[in-house]
């Protein structure tokens, strides 16, 4: 089989989408979800542990205070998908050459 045409089928195997990445997102995106989908492991867990956080302290009231933060960091994210899949999809790329 010609190389070309593997890492073709490699690539569309393994590329990320867009869409599922804004549906992961929308539906998960305060657990970080559309972060870990696009291997930004580290951010994802910091948006996990915020949620997580806040959770508890929201007993305290102070809990809100995560909440607005995360919720900022949601709606900055739905501005950088687009730019993080063509991230993930290069980096891709390049591990395939």
């Not at 508890?56 to 933060?69: A, D, E, P």
């Not at 993930?88 to 395939?96: A, E, M, P, S």
């Amino acid at each position: 089989m010609d190389p070309n045409v593997n890492q073709q089928l490699m690539y569309d195997a393994h590329k990320k989408s867009l869409l599922v990445a804004y549906l992961l997102w929308w539906f998960l995106g305060w657990a970080g979800g559309h972060r870990f989908y696009l291997g930004q492991t580290g951010s994802a867990i910091a948006m996990l542990m915020i949620f997580m956080i806040s959770s508890v302290l929201l007993l305290l009231v102070i809990g809100w205070f995560g909440y607005v933060v995360l919720g900022v960091w949601w709606l900055i994210d739905a501005l950088l998908i687009p730019s993080m899949v063509t991230q993930c999809n290069v980096r891709l790329i390049g591990r395939l050459q």
